[in-house]
């Protein structure tokens, strides 16, 4: 079987292309009638869905794994257990569950920028959730200690609050779009002309 195609995808960290990719070719193998499943790269193929968040894919794909496959290849469990903890919203699981494994050296690229992202949009929201946070709940949520946590937070302009020992979150200015209503632009226009003449 062909996985050039995935193997591109991986080499040049274009993550968000791999699960349509893994998606496309095995459509094509199963109409063709190719016996696939020993070969197929499942740890990867699940990765790439949860790498774009599709975890119902994701879901319906370890579903569809065959259980020979799940007892003797390790990292498609570990990359399920992954998948799990992000669908039950286990926040700090899922840190736990990226550092639970020795991952290879094909995941590794993938892996590690899953939590990057992963750790952004848990600030994001935070952020967006919070005014002021423990110290411990942050270090869960961004799968970090509490000192690489707070040092974390301190550097995008958080404070803490030295009585208490509560982060304080700052707020980013919200940026808010005028529309522009076509009606009141008519009657400035008509307005003005007024003035004029």
């Not at 070719?25 to 009638?33: C, H, I, P, S």
């Not at 110290?135 to 690489?148: K, R, S, V, Y």
């Not at 632009?185 to 003035?195: D, G, I, S, W």
């Amino acid at each position: 079987m062909d996985f050039s195609a995935v193997r591109a995808a991986l080499d040049s960290k274009s993550y968000e292309k791999i699960a349509d990719v893994c998606d496309n070719l095995m459509l094509q193998v199963a109409a063709e009638g190719i016996a696939y499943q020993d070969d197929w790269p499942y740890a990867i193929h699940l990765l790439s869905h949860i790498y774009i968040h599709d975890i119902n894919s994701a879901r319906f794909l370890w579903k569809s794994i065959p259980s020979s496959i799940k007892e003797s290849q390790p990292e498609v469990t570990a990359a399920w257990k992954i998948g799990q903890k992000l669908w039950l919203r286990d926040y700090a699981g899922v840190h736990e569950a990226i550092r639970g494994y020795d991952w290879s050296q094909d995941l590794q690229g993938i892996v590690a920028s899953f939590s990057e992202l992963y750790t952004k949009e848990m600030f994001q929201l935070l952020l967006s959730a919070y005014s002021t946070i423990s110290i411990n709940d942050t270090a869960l949520f961004l799968g970090m200690n509490e000192d690489d946590a707070t040092n974390y937070v301190l550097q995008q302009g958080w404070t803490v609050d030295p009585a208490s020992q509560m982060l304080i979150v700052k707020k980013q200015p919200v940026v808010t779009e005028q529309k522009l209503d076509h009606s009141k632009l008519q009657r400035l226009t008509e307005y003005v002309f007024h003035l004029e003449h």
